[in-house]
Structure formats: C-alpha cells, structure tokens
C-alpha cells in the first residue's frame, strides 16, 4: 500500500484545511487510518484515527472538536478537515495505515506540511 499526504498549505488562524490521504495497492478500505503530526523540534503526534468502516473515530484532545476525520472507501482516500486552525497546529502531518487495526501502523505517507499564521 501506497499512501499520498496532500492539501497542506499556509493559513492564517482561524482558517480551516482538509488533507486528503490517498492510497494505491492493497486492500486499504479494511484499514483503520490515523493522522499524526510532528511539528520542528517535537515528537510525532498523533491526532485522529478512524475504523475501516468509518463508523468509529477518536481524537486528541488538542484536536477534538476541531478536527475532523472521515473516508471515503469508494476513492481509497481518507480526509482530515481541519478548522479553527491555530499556530500551534503548524506542523508535518502525516497519514498512516493499520493494517490489521491493532494500533500498529503499518504503511506511512510522506507527510504534507500545515503552516498556521498568527
């Protein structure tokens, strides 16, 4: 499995964005999918996590009510629609793959930079 990190970009506070996380190969609609992040000089992150089905998610509590995850297992791609956006939320994310969604994440995208203007 391939997966691809897109629709980062530059915002200013308040704004929103949504990355998609698009995947090739594999069987990709049976995996749960996280969005991590990992911001200069920090420890990766992560920030949300939906079941294959889509039917469950869980959030951060830096993220919750804030952030949201969804998929579309027709297009292979998972969504993290991101509003309110703040300074602290500038950072790489990155999309990855749970293959047999027991928490260990399998297959990492590149990552697509978020940058938050104050």
């Known amino acids: 499995v391939q997966l691809q990190a897109s629709g980062g970009g530059l915002v200013q506070a308040g704004g929103s964005l949504r990355l998609s996380c698009a995947a090739s190969g594999g069987t990709f609609r049976t995996y749960a999918v996280g969005w991590f992040r990992q911001a200069p000089g920090e420890e990766r992150e992560w920030i949300a996590r939906?079941?294959?089905?889509?039917?469950?998610?869980n959030y951060a509590d830096s993220v919750k009510g804030r952030f949201t995850i969804s998929r579309d297992n027709a297009k292979n791609t998972v969504y993290l629609q991101m509003n309110s956006l703040k300074p602290e939320d500038t950072a790489v994310h990155y999309c990855?793959?749970?293959?047999?969604?027991?928490?260990?994440?399998?297959?990492w995208g590149q990552g697509t930079l978020v940058t938050v203007s104050s």
């Open positions: 939906i079941s294959w089905s889509g039917v469950t998610t």
């Open positions: 990855a793959a749970d293959q047999r969604s027991d928490f260990h994440y399998d297959y």
